[in-house]
């Protein structure tokens, strides 16, 4: 292999991206070697296992997965502003979807809901850590190498080009001969051990380190959908990772699976992926009721109307998830039965979501509304998110879905559904539980300049689609024709584009501003909070809570404030916490090297790496460190400094 | 938090035991597919009956399924896993065969 298969050359964005990767290195060394930085990152972050701190790692790599996602979704914009555009031609288009969706999905949204979960779920319950922190450390490493694996294919090597669906003919070897499938199939799969990972870890957390007390029916409405999305990611995500195994077998290894020839079945690709793609989307949106539920009973100071009926309709979705994936591909052909059976359970799901749009209503009414950034997200959330919810019900219907199947109206209907549900949800929690994590508030002013730019923006952006849908304009085209009459409505939704690009910058500018300029937290609970999570001190010891909290009811928090026993003082008793640890950042790099030699069929590299992989488990399965006690001596210091 | 503090004096031979047999069931099953020379029917029977044998093996062997004192969270999650395992198969040969054969 020559030097210039190995890089992507030839296009001038792409020498940019080239100069402006290498300065960021540069720079980043430069700057941990000049401030003596790298022992202080190798201790305090790189092996932390404290799901506080891995929490902050995955939000901010998922803001910067945001900030590529959101640069394809602008180039895709620029090019379709007019018709008959040259600025990117149709392979550099189709790498450019491809990676849009797969990076705002899979390494976007998902780290962004679980960093969240990461840093609250354990305060909200009363806990110190997860259940199992070492595996904690090992989801977020595994992530974040599948996360480069698949971003350094647009420099190395190419990047896939067959949509983030992969659907094969299309993604098998004969059509896309280039690695760049291979990176997505790799990338997915190392970043889904994680992900696997994380949901077995949250599970086990939310049902035995629960502070005592707190029975299943008085957890935090948040907590909830944490523990409902685990089980969802349990169950879905080894057909993903089936899947993609097999589809590396059909592309690496020559066998068929998913290929025309030889009895392959290449629809069964598309049904495997569906089986878990369904699900996803409700491992991404989940959380993301949850935290408005949260977000609103806070800001309308009421206890959550229907708390009940919010739990049961969330079993009952995850329930109906696994029932419904034949609907993204109503046209394959399949019989009238077939299709109308997943009509049916596809439409059921709306029931279940109607009663959770009215308990949030409810919730609202007669409430003493505080309108902060976290709040105002929230109720921006529930008309654009039944603009969403309405049209999927459109698309439910089989015979319609002829129709609609891959013009803008579906890409109208899932953004509608997935920004104004899971990246509002993202920015309403991060918002919300900024102070927990980096003990100051996000200005509200600039926050609020954010909500207004970035939801104008995207109803203009989005809401055009539906009707370019009707029109007839399908998705994943690179360009149209003038005469299609599609360029007004393109023009709107390339300036709502670059609304939200203003959004979005301005959120990134408040994180600096507020770093530098917000006032400290000095109670731990600004926002006049009713969860566990707002008991704890500011900022938030390692440990999380000096007392372990006793729980009698829902919104523990918020009676133990109204029964004065929010600031009890009691005697301590030392606490014991799991030590740090390097393996898992280090075999998270052995998958990252033996992915990138699987990419490139080095085998000889991926041997290496998977030994690599083995040994570390190996290192782990003997080390018999238990932790460590934190002495009651030093427990009474950080409670000083802290008050 | 790590702290369980369990003794793990003596020697896993269960898991020893689960994994040989797991593999001794693989290197069967591929010897049924590939050399036995039995009907392609028998052949799907045998190697499912094997694969069920092995998920036993490791449900009670790796998965401590017995080991457990809350009985409730095991039953609703071995259902459940039930509910969607059969969901996903009975609806992917259905859907595949595009619901022209009659389940």
Redesign the interface.
């Known amino acids: 292999m020559k030097w210039d298969e190995f890089f992507v050359t030839g296009d001038p964005l792409i020498y940019g991206a080239d100069v402006s990767i290498a300065l960021t290195l540069i720079g980043v060394i430069f700057v941990l070697t000049y401030f003596k930085k790298w022992k202080w990152l190798w201790t305090e972050w790189l092996t932390t296992v404290d799901h506080k701190k891995l929490g902050i790692m995955y939000v901010m790599a998922a803001v910067m997965m945001l900030f590529r996602g959101g640069v394809d979704a602008l180039l895709m914009r620029a090019q379709l502003t007019v018709p008959d555009a040259g600025f990117l031609d149709s392979t550099h288009y189709n790498e450019i979807f491809t990676t849009h969706g797969t990076i705002m999905i899979i390494f976007m949204a998902m780290p962004f809901l679980i960093g969240l979960m990461n840093v609250v779920i354990p305060l909200q319950i009363g806990a110190r850590d997860v259940a199992y922190p070492f595996l904690n450390a090992v989801s977020f490493w595994t992530f974040f190498m599948g996360a480069m694996l698949f971003n350094i294919s647009f420099v190395i090597g190419g990047s896939p080009s067959a949509g983030w669906t992969s659907y094969v003919p299309l993604a098998g070897l004969e059509l896309s001969p280039s690695v760049g499938q291979n990176y997505y199939l790799l990338g997915l799969q190392i970043a889904g051990i994680g992900t696997l990972l994380t949901g077995i870890n949250f599970l086990v957390t939310i049902l035995k380190m629960r502070a005592p007390g707190m029975k299943l029916m008085q957890m935090p409405i948040f907590t909830w959908s944490s523990l409902i999305t685990s089980v969802i990611i349990v169950f879905a995500f080894p057909v993903l990772t089936v899947a993609l195994a097999l589809m590396t077998f059909d592309r690496l290894f020559g066998s068929h699976f998913f290929t025309l020839m030889d009895g392959g079945m290449p629809m069964l690709w598309a049904n495997l992926f569906w089986i878990w793609g369904h699900p996803e989307v409700y491992i991404v949106i989940l959380p993301a009721f949850g935290m408005f539920s949260e977000i609103i009973s806070t800001f309308a100071r009421k206890t959550l109307f229907g708390y009940k009926a919010m739990v049961y309709s969330m079993v009952v979705i995850a329930g109906l998830s696994f029932l419904v994936w034949v609907h993204h591909f109503f046209t394959m052909g399949a019989g009238g039965a077939v299709n109308s059976f997943f009509s049916i359970t596809t439409m059921l799901i709306a029931v279940p979501t109607g009663v959770k749009i009215f308990n949030w209503l409810f919730t609202l009414y007669k409430g003493r509304i505080k309108f902060t950034t976290a709040m105002l997200w929230s109720l921006a959330f529930i008309p654009n998110f039944v603009i969403g919810g309405v049209t999927g019900v459109m698309l439910a219907m089989a015979a319609a879905d002829y129709q609609y199947h891959n013009t803008y109206f579906l890409v109208a209907h899932f953004h509608y559904v997935l920004i104004s549900g899971t990246v509002y949800a993202c920015f309403a929690g991060l918002h919300f539980w900024y102070p927990k994590m980096f003990n100051h508030r996000l200005n509200e002013k600039l926050g609020k300049w954010t909500f207004w730019i970035f939801v104008a923006g995207f109803n203009l952006c989005f809401f055009p689609m539906y009707f370019l849908g009707l029109a007839g304009m399908p998705r994943r085209v690179y360009t149209y024709g003038a005469a299609d009459g599609w360029m007004s409505l393109n023009v709107l939704a390339t300036m709502g584009g670059v609304l939200m690009g203003i959004g979005f910058l301005i959120l990134v500018y408040n994180i600096y501003f507020s770093f530098r300029y917000s006032p400290r937290e000095t109670t731990g609970d600004p926002w006049d909070g009713r969860t566990l999570e707002w008991a704890t001190a500011a900022p938030v010891p390692f440990y999380n809570f000096a007392h372990v909290p006793e729980v009698k009811g829902h919104d523990a928090y918020w009676i133990a404030k109204k029964e004065g026993r929010a600031k009890e003082k009691k005697p301590y008793k030392p606490i014991h916490m799991p030590s740090n640890s390097g393996v898992p950042v280090i075999m998270s790099t052995f998958f990252f090297i033996s992915g990138f030699g699987m990419v490139f069929s080095w085998h000889w590299m991926s041997i290496a790496g998977l030994i690599g992989v083995l040994a570390t488990m190996v290192i782990r399965s003997f080390d018999y460190d238990k932790g460590f006690y934190v002495s009651v001596e030093e427990i009474e210091k950080h409670e000083q400094t802290t008050e | 938090?790590?702290?369980n503090?369990q003794t793990h004096s003596h020697f896993p031979w269960s898991h020893v035991i689960g994994f040989a047999l797991s593999i001794i069931l693989t290197l069967f099953a591929l010897w049924v597919g590939f050399e036995s020379g039995l009907s392609n029917t028998m052949i799907v029977v045998v190697v499912v009956g094997l694969a069920l044998i092995q998920a036993t093996i490791q449900l009670v062997m790796f998965m401590h399924m017995t080991e457990s004192e809350d009985s409730k969270?095991q039953t609703g999650t071995i259902l459940?896993?039930l509910?969607?395992a059969i969901?996903?198969v009975v609806?992917?040969i259905?859907?595949?065969s595009?619901?022209?054969s009659h389940m």
Do not use: D, L, Q, R
């Open positions: 938090m790590a702290n503090e969270y459940y896993a509910f969607i969901a996903v609806g992917t259905w859907v595949m595009f619901g022209m």
